[in-house]
């Protein structure tokens, strides 16, 4: 593979580009089309990452990018002291499909760290307590609030002193690698038992409560899914101690899971949801759907001045038109079909532990393979270069999981090549 013009591009980013940021490859895009992307050498490959979950529609649909173009020629932007149509319109779009039955409102921002930012200042206006609960493993932002609730890895804290907020951490309802005895044959169960029998009465006094936050399926964390029992759990506990539910469905909504949201699996309603990434495929947005009486904060309390930005609301409208119209559907049926074929590719791999995921939301975790599920962390980051080097470009999460999170709109025969170009990878790396 010839990547010239890379090297030279990356020297270039070398000088003037924060180093904080994670790189998963030497990848310097040119352009895209769906679920594939060409390099400033012209070599292609296909998408298994869509921008971290983001590229909802596939890269530059053509109906998102007639209504960004569209709407750049009427104005590109308006501050939030003001209004205009657009907003109003994806506004009424998302509360129409909140995750529960009562009427909702929306506060639109820029990303998925400032919506999780929006839910627990909301939280804590509106119940008037201090403290929250969130899960290890999980990851909800990089700014002072949401890096408070974030544990996925520690150098994503390292150096940045104490969390800002009160939250404590319980583990993450991962099955497959248990961490608490135990106490009902749910592990999801178990956890919400041990968030009641233990972290209430020593840790936090559930009257202090604000809310828990937490993503129906942890994302950076190993994408992993709860057990069934969980969120039914959660929500009692919830509802006995007046604590607010939030989900985090930053990486998980937007139809990636098949349906709008991940939590609608569980048939739970939370009380607010946190979202962004895929909803205007790759223009920035987040924000946050809320109960209408709970998102009661009263004028000046919190905003933006890119809120409501109209090129995003444009994009967003367009976003969800395609994924109600075709791509939910198409992620419920490649997610069904990719999970066949890899657990026809694990049963020739020992070196796959577990596969997990819903819709177009997989996750791969890879072990040493002797049978004692030992994570196998260099193991993976040779996949993804391998894959890399074949024309594949994967991401990891957790500690040695690989994500398989293509856009929605991705193609059956574009499914099978990745696919296959992955199954070598593991054969070359795993011997």
Same mark, same amino acid.
């Given at each position: 593979?010839?990547? /010239?013009?890379?090297?030279?591009?990356?020297?270039?980013?070398?000088?003037?580009?924060?180093?904080?940021?994670?790189?998963? @490859?030497? #990848?310097?895009?040119?352009? +895209?089309?769906?679920?594939?992307?060409?390099?400033?050498?012209?070599? &292609? #490959? !296909?998408?298994?990452?869509?921008?971290?979950?983001?590229?909802?529609?596939?890269?530059?649909?053509?109906?998102?990018?007639?209504?960004?173009?569209?709407? @750049?020629?009427?104005?590109?932007?308006?501050?939030?002291?003001?209004?205009?149509?657009?907003?109003?319109?994806?506004?009424?779009?998302?509360?129409?499909?909140?995750? #529960?039955?009562?009427?909702?409102?929306? $506060?639109?921002?820029?990303?998925?760290?400032?919506?999780?930012?929006?839910?627990?200042?909301?939280?804590?206006?509106?119940?008037?307590?201090?403290? #929250?609960?969130? $899960?290890?493993?999980?990851?909800?932002? &990089?700014?002072?609030?949401?890096?408070?609730?974030?544990?996925?890895?520690?150098?994503?804290?390292?150096?940045?002193?104490?969390?800002?907020?009160?939250?404590?951490?319980?583990?993450?309802?991962? @099955?497959?690698?248990?961490?608490?005895?135990?106490?009902?044959?749910?592990?999801?169960?178990?956890?919400?038992?041990?968030?009641?029998?233990?972290?209430?009465?020593?840790?936090?006094?559930?009257?202090?409560?604000?809310?828990?936050?937490?993503?129906?399926?942890?994302?950076? +964390?190993?994408?992993?899914?709860?057990?069934?029992? $969980? $969120?039914?759990?959660? &929500?009692?506990?919830?509802?006995?101690?007046?604590?607010?539910?939030?989900?985090?469905?930053?990486?998980?909504?937007?139809?990636?899971?098949?349906?709008?949201?991940?939590?609608?699996?569980?048939?739970?309603?939370? /009380?607010?949801?946190?979202?962004?990434?895929?909803?205007?495929?790759?223009?920035?947005?987040?924000?946050? !759907?809320?109960?209408?009486?709970?998102?009661?904060?009263?004028?000046?309390?919190?905003?933006?001045?890119?809120?409501?930005?109209?090129?995003?609301?444009?994009?967003?409208?367009?976003?969800?038109?395609?994924?109600?119209?075709?791509?939910?559907?198409?992620?419920?049926?490649?997610?069904?079909?990719?999970?066949?074929?890899?657990?026809?590719?694990?049963?020739?791999?020992?070196?796959?532990?577990?596969?997990? +995921?819903?819709?177009?939301?997989?996750?791969?975790?890879?072990?040493?393979?002797?049978?004692?599920?030992?994570?196998?962390? /260099?193991?993976?980051?040779?996949?993804?270069?391998?894959?890399? /080097?074949?024309?594949?470009?994967?991401?990891?999460?957790?500690?040695?999981?690989?994500?398989?999170?293509? @856009?929605?709109? !991705?193609?059956?025969?574009?499914?099978?090549? +990745?696919?296959?170009?992955?199954?070598?990878?593991?054969?070359?790396?795993?011997?």
């Amino acid at each position: 593979m010839k990547l /010239d013009k890379t090297q030279e591009l990356l020297k270039r980013d070398q000088a003037v580009v924060s180093p904080s940021y994670p790189r998963a @490859a030497p #990848f310097a895009m040119e352009r +895209g089309s769906g679920a594939e992307v060409w390099d400033v050498d012209g070599n &292609r #490959f !296909i998408d298994f990452a869509a921008g971290i979950a983001v590229c909802t529609t596939g890269h530059s649909h053509p109906k998102v990018v007639a209504a960004i173009q569209d709407q @750049a020629e009427r104005f590109i932007h308006i501050s939030s002291d003001y209004y205009h149509p657009v907003w109003v319109e994806i506004s009424e779009r998302l509360a129409g499909i909140a995750p #529960f039955s009562e009427p909702a409102k929306v $506060f639109l921002g820029n990303s998925g760290t400032e919506a999780v930012e929006a839910g627990i200042k909301l939280a804590r206006v509106h119940s008037g307590r201090p403290l #929250f609960i969130g $899960f290890q493993g999980g990851f909800h932002g &990089r700014t002072l609030g949401s890096l408070a609730f974030t544990s996925s890895k520690s150098v994503q804290r390292r150096g940045f002193g104490p969390p800002s907020i009160g939250v404590t951490h319980v583990p993450y309802p991962n @099955a497959y690698r248990q961490v608490l005895q135990p106490t009902s044959d749910d592990y999801g169960e178990t956890v919400v038992n041990y968030i009641e029998d233990h972290i209430l009465k020593t840790v936090v006094p559930p009257e202090d409560c604000a809310a828990i936050l937490v993503e129906p399926i942890q994302g950076e +964390g190993g994408y992993i899914v709860p057990p069934p029992g $969980f $969120f039914p759990a959660l &929500r009692a506990l919830c509802d006995r101690h007046g604590i607010l539910l939030i989900v985090d469905e930053v990486q998980s909504g937007i139809g990636r899971t098949g349906k709008w949201w991940a939590i609608e699996h569980s048939n739970v309603e939370p /009380d607010i949801v946190c979202f962004a990434k895929g909803v205007a495929s790759g223009v920035p947005m987040g924000g946050i !759907i809320a109960r209408a009486s709970v998102m009661d904060w009263p004028e000046g309390s919190h905003g933006n001045t890119y809120g409501g930005n109209p090129l995003a609301c444009r994009a967003a409208l367009a976003t969800l038109d395609l994924v109600e119209d075709q791509f939910m559907v198409n992620a419920r049926r490649m997610g069904e079909y990719a999970m066949d074929a890899l657990e026809e590719i694990q049963s020739r791999h020992p070196a796959i532990g577990e596969i997990r +995921g819903k819709g177009l939301m997989i996750g791969v975790e890879l072990v040493d393979g002797d049978g004692a599920k030992r994570p196998a962390h /260099d193991l993976r980051e040779r996949l993804i270069r391998e894959a890399f /080097d074949r024309g594949l470009l994967l991401l990891g999460c957790g500690e040695s999981s690989v994500r398989l999170a293509p @856009a929605l709109s !991705i193609e059956e025969e574009l499914l099978d090549e +990745g696919l296959r170009i992955m199954e070598e990878s593991i054969s070359t790396v795993s011997t």
